[in-house]
């Protein structure tokens, strides 16, 4: 894929650390463990190596990054940037991002209300929208996709090729739906075998690499 170099230039240089070290005031980062920020705190930039990172409702940190670890952001909490290598990114009802939430094998869900300003990019896993909102584009290589209903994506949606370090991922064919009174605005790129439904309420833009299949009504 085009942008996950920050991703794994994360993953490379934590598995080689043997601690973080230069922490900023306010930074929480741990090894082998969870990363937590409590409910309505404030903290800088949250990291864990072997574990998961969890921000309560209505917190607010700059990113949170983590090697083999789940990342949650609690309800109505914000973040500049999400990140994971192995392990989903779950964004609460009305949360905030106002840049990337990337992944590399790891599912990506926005509850309703969520809204990510910048890009949401993983290689493996569904991605899933429930009337949420991302700013700039949704990328995979093998993963789902679903828009669901009422949701609204700029900057188009992007399935890339298998190759390179991930031409042994899963060949099955990767399934786009976009849901009722969803919008996608952008080009719809495709760049590998597709299923893409599209329900007859939908707004989207140009599509290149696959055909439409219409449905009506809440699933197809």
Do not use: C
Request: glycine residues 14%; charged residues 20%; negative net charge.
């Amino acid at each position: 894929m085009r942008r996950l170099s920050t991703v794994f230039m994360f993953a490379a240089l934590a598995l080689g650390l043997p601690q973080l070290a230069n922490a900023r005031d306010g930074d929480i980062d741990k090894i082998n463990g969870a990363a937590r920020v409590e409910a309505g705190q404030q903290a800088g930039d949250v990291s864990t190596i072997n574990g998961a990172v969890y921000i309560g409702a209505g917190a607010t940190i700059e990113d949170a990054s983590t090697v083999n670890g789940a990342v949650n952001l609690g309800e109505k909490a914000q973040a500049k940037g999400l990140e994971t290598v192995n392990g989903a990114i779950r964004l609460g009802s009305e949360s905030r991002v106002s840049g990337n939430v990337e992944a590399v094998s790891g599912s990506i869900s926005l509850a309703r209300g969520a809204d990510v300003g910048g890009r949401i990019e993983n290689v493996n896993g569904t991605i899933t929208l429930d009337a949420a909102h991302v700013g700039g584009g949704i990328e995979t290589v093998s993963g789902d996709i679903t828009v669901g209903a009422n949701s609204r994506v700029e900057g188009g949606i992007l399935i890339d090729k298998v190759s390179g370090w991930f031409s042994n991922s899963n060949h099955r064919t990767p399934v786009v739906v976009i849901g009722p009174h969803a919008v996608v605005q952008g080009t719809l790129e495709f760049r590998r075998e597709v299923e893409l439904k599209v329900s007859d309420s939908a707004q989207i833009g140009t599509v290149k690499g696959a055909t439409v299949v219409k449905f009506s009504g809440e699933k197809p």
